[in-house]
């Protein structure tokens, strides 16, 4: 499978998850630094790979509605790390960034909901815009298992099976919802299944496998944009970390986490390239610094950037999709 996948695609698939990871680890730092006032780290780290994956199919036309565990959407969907942390979507809190409130109607991300579902029905209105603007433009919802019981969302996928909507659905199942587990909160055991009651198609994907995720979200976006409407992806992951940083995890059985941490997508996807020599330890390296480098320098400049008035608020947060 690996062969077939270009070189570029690969490479930039690595250089996603990467940036994603540091971004992470950036954010607990600066949180723990005393000089967020607004974040608790919602961590996404593990979960890398399914919104790496699916943005590899995406172009910069296309919509995506991230989560607040997804924030690595922003620099897969092609943002830079300075638009990320400093003239875009955390521009209004220098670089600290709530963990709601990323968006960027350039670049086609909508924004996460803090009441859970009901940003994919925004997502849905985007697909069906898509449609009755004779475009191909095609969008992708992602949500957690948890905000999947939803009947925002629901009711989304039928309209969007009754309308044949350009859109994916995405439930990034990371077994857990805050403490409880998607095991007592669906009576399924394969979440894709859900799709056939709607009439569309389903798949579940290994989510922490980024080329698995990758072909699987091709052949359903590719499908969307041709007019042959919506399809579901149950990428099957694990919430390595607390629902968000310091909390106290005592539903989790003991040995879980170790277990999935064995399975982490990123030295997984690491000792594949390096196995078919797409990359060298030296161009890991070289990567890492690069990554660093960007973060701290964008970091400083959001920094040297007033604070933004609330007229700026109004003028700058009114999406228009
Ligand atoms: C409608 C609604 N109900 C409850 C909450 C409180 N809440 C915030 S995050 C969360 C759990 C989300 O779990 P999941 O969808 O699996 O995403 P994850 O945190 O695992 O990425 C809950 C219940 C909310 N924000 N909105
Ligand atoms: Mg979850």
Redesign the pocket.
Known sequence: MIEQVPKDILQKMYRDMVTGRKLDEFFLKLAASGDSDKDVP?R?AG?EAVVVGICANLRKDDYIKV????RHCLTAKGMSIKDVLATKSYRDQRGVGGHCNYYDHEYGIIPY??????DVMVATGAALAAKLRNTDRVAVAI??????N?PSIHSSMVFASAWKLPIIFVI???????G?S?RKSYAIEDLSDRAKGFGFPGKTVDGNDVLEVYEVSKAFIERAREGNGPALIAAETY?LYG?YEGEGQKYRPEGEAEEWSKKDPLPRYTKQLLDMNVLTKSDIEKLDHEIEAEIEESMNFARSLPKWKIEDYHKNCIAEL
């Open positions: 919602h996404g979960e989560t607040t565990r997804t909901s803090g009441t859970l579902g009901e949500y957690g298992d948890a905000s999947g939803r990034q199942n990371n077994q857990y919802g805050m409880t998607v919430r629902h």
